[in-house]
C-alpha cells in the first residue's frame, strides 16, 4: 500500500469517527408544543403562527402572549402581546419577545426579568438561558430586597446572583436611608457570603444626612456599615 | 367534466328506463294515477345504485374517483349521496389522498364532496394522516377542509383542533379553535 493510500485511509477514517460521535454526541430536539385560538403551520418551511392566547411550551419554558411565529426549523420565536416568559423560578415579561435557538432571548418594550427576590427591567434584556445571564443594555433597573438601582448598563449573571452596573449608577434604599452614587457598581447578593455592593469612581454615599465619598465604597447589606477606599472622606451631619 | 357529464347522462337514462318500466308494469292493474300523482318531481326520485364508483377526469388524468357500498344519485339535485365510501384524490405531482369515511355528497356540477362520519385520510406522498368528524373537498379551490374535531400526524408532528383547512397536500394547514401543534415528542 502507497504511502498516500494509506493517508487517504486513514483520514476517511479520521471523518467517519468523528461524524460517528457527532451523532452520537448531538443533543435531541425537545418537544415544540404550540397552542392558541388559531395556528397556521407550514410543513415544508415549518414556520408556526399562531393567533389568540398563545402558549409555546419547549423544555421547562412556558411563553404566552397574544400572537406568536416559530419556525421549527431555524428555532426563531416571535412573541407580541403582554408577553410572558416562565421557566424555573425565572419570569420575563414584555411587550415583545424573540427568542433564537431555544436559549437567547431579546425581550423589549416594558421589559421585566424576576428571579427570586430581585428583579431587572429596562426597555430592552437579553438574556441567555444557558448562561443564566441578563443585560439591559441602557437605562437599566435592578430591583433588591432592600433597595433599588439604576444604571445605564447593566449585567446580571443569575447563579453568582451578581450584577455589573456601568454609568451613572444611583443606588436608593429607603430601609437604609441611604443614596449613593458612582460610575460603576458590583451587587453581590449571594445568601452563602456577606451581602454587598461595591460602588466605584467618583463614589458618594449619603445616609442619615452624613456623606461619605471615596474613590470605592463598599456597603453591606446585612448591617448598615460602609467601607471607604481611596482617600475616603467623611462628612458628618451635626446631630 | 366529460365523465361526469356522460356518468350524469348514464344515470338519466337508467331513471328513465326504471320509470318507464314502472309505468308499464303498473298501468294494467292500477286505475289511471291522478294527475297531480305523475309531478316529474316524483318521475326523478333519487336512484340507488350498489357498489358503484364515480370518477372526474381532466385531459385524460384522473382527478378523483369514488367508489361506496351505495350511491343514490338525485337528478333534480345533482347530487349523488354515497355510503361507505373510498376515494382518492390525485394530485399534480403524481401523489394522491386516499379517503374513507362513512357518508359522502358528491355535487356532480360543482364536483365538490362532502364527507362525515370517521372521515381518515392518508397521504402517499408523505403517509400523513388525516381524522375528522366532517370533511369537504372543494374543487374549485382545490382545498381541503375539516371540522368536528380534527387530528393531521406527519412525521413526528401532530396538529389538533375544532376545525382545519388546508391545501391538497395537507401541508398548509390553518388550525381554528383549540388549535395545538405538537412537533418531537410523543403524542398526549
Not at chain 1, 81 to 92: A, F, H, M, P, Q
Not at chain 1, 141 to 152: E, I, K
Not at chain 1, 160 to 172: L, M, T
Not at chain 2, 160 to 170: F, N, P, V, Y
Amino acid at each position: 500500500m502507497s504511502r498516500k493510500l494509506a493517508t487517504a485511509l486513514l483520514a476517511a477514517l479520521l471523518l467517519v469517527m468523528i461524524a460517528a460521535a457527532t451523532a452520537v454526541s448531538a443533543p435531541a430536539d425537545k418537544p415544540v408544543e404550540l397552542t392558541a385560538d388559531t395556528i397556521e403551520y407550514d410543513a415544508k418551511t415549518g414556520v408556526m403562527t399562531a393567533q389568540g392566547a398563545v402558549k409555546l411550551v419547549r423544555d421547562k419554558a412556558v411563553l404566552t402572549g397574544a400572537n406568536a411565529r416559530y419556525n421549527t426549523k431555524s428555532k426563531e420565536a416571535y412573541v407580541s402581546g403582554s408577553v410572558k416568559v416562565v421557566r424555573e423560578d425565572t419570569t420575563l415579561t414584555a411587550n415583545e419577545v424573540r427568542s433564537y435557538n431555544d436559549n437567547y432571548l431579546v425581550a423589549t418594550g416594558s421589559a421585566l426579568l424576576t428571579k427570586g427576590e430581585n428583579s431587572l427591567a429596562g426597555p430592552k434584556i437579553e438574556h441567555w438561558v444557558d448562561r443564566q445571564y441578563s443585560l439591559v443594555p441602557n437605562n437599566a433597573r435592578l430591583t433588591m430586597p432592600d433597595g433599588w438601582m439604576t444604571a445605564n448598563r447593566v449585567e446580571a449573571f443569575h447563579t453568582e446572583d451578581r450584577a455589573v452596573a456601568d454609568g451613572d449608577v444611583h443606588i436608593v434604599s429607603d430601609k437604609r436611608s441611604l443614596d449613593a452614587t458612582s460610575d460603576k457598581a458590583v451587587y453581590y447578593g449571594s445568601k452563602t457570603e456577606q451581602g454587598k455592593v461595591v460602588m466605584s469612581g467618583n463614589a458618594r454615599a449619603v445616609q442619615e444626612g452624613n456623606v461619605l465619598t471615596g474613590k470605592t465604597l463598599t456597603i453591606y447589606l446585612d448591617d448598615k456599615a460602609m467601607d471607604a477606599q481611596g482617600r475616603p472622606k467623611l462628612v458628618v451631619k451635626p446631630q | 367534466m366529460k365523465l361526469s357529464k356522460s356518468t350524469y347522462r348514464a344515470l338519466a337514462c337508467t331513471l328513465l328506463i326504471i320509470a318507464g318500466g314502472l309505468y308499464y308494469f303498473n298501468r294494467e292493474e292500477l286505475p289511471p294515477p291522478p294527475t297531480q300523482e305523475a309531478k316529474p318531481a316524483e318521475v326523478s326520485a333519487a336512484v340507488t345504485f350498489s357498489g358503484s364508483s364515480i370518477v372526474e377526469q381532466q385531459d385524460g388524468k384522473k382527478q378523483w374517483e369514488v367508489t361506496a357500498e351505495s350511491v343514490q344519485m338525485n337528478p333534480d339535485t345533482n347530487k349523488a349521496r354515497l355510503v361507505n365510501f373510498k376515494a382518492i384524490l390525485y394530485r399534480a405531482d403524481g401523489s394522491k389522498l386516499d379517503l374513507v369515511g362513512r357518508q359522502a355528497e358528491i355535487d356532480t356540477k360543482t364536483r365538490d364532496i362532502d364527507m362525515a362520519g370517521d372521515i381518515k385520510a392518508v397521504s402517499s406522498s408523505d403517509g400523513a394522516v388525516f381524522t375528522s368528524a366532517t370533511a369537504r373537498w372543494a374543487a374549485k379551490e382545490r382545498k381541503f377542509y375539516g371540522g368536528g374535531g380534527i387530528t393531521l400526524t406527519r412525521y413526528d408532528t401532530i396538529v389538533t383542533g375544532d376545525r382545519i383547512e388546508g391545501d391538497e397536500q395537507l401541508e398548509r394547514v390553518k388550525v381554528m379553535g383549540n388549535a395545538r401543534v405538537l412537533k418531537g415528542g410523543t403524542p398526549q
